[in-house]
């Protein structure tokens, strides 16, 4: 469970570190729509994308989750 930092409107609440929960937390509280680029709003970071994109960004670069393939 991470701290959402989307900076237009510091919520602060509280997210399950998932693709699914992202996605959810990004359309309930912060309006992001599924197919529209949207910037990322965390400090700092310079890049865009649909939800899809977003949450996986999120996931993988600002709560730094990365996972291991199962077949390296």
């Known amino acids: 469970v991470r701290s959402c930092d989307w900076t237009d409107?510091?919520?602060?609440?509280?997210?399950?570190?998932?693709?699914?929960?992202?996605?959810?937390?990004?359309?309930?509280?912060?309006?992001v729509e599924a197919k529209k680029p949207t910037?990322?709003?965390?400090e700092g970071?310079?890049?865009?994308?649909?939800?899809m994109y977003l949450s996986?960004?999120?996931e993988g670069v600002h709560f730094a989750t990365s996972y291991r393939c199962p077949y390296c």
């Open 9 to 31: 409107q510091p919520c602060g609440l509280f997210i399950e570190v998932d693709k699914i929960r992202i996605e959810d937390h990004l359309w309930f509280w912060h309006g």
């Open 39 to 42: 910037p990322c709003k965390f």
């Open 45 to 51: 970071c310079p890049d865009t994308g649909p939800m």
């Open 56 to 58: 996986r960004h999120i």
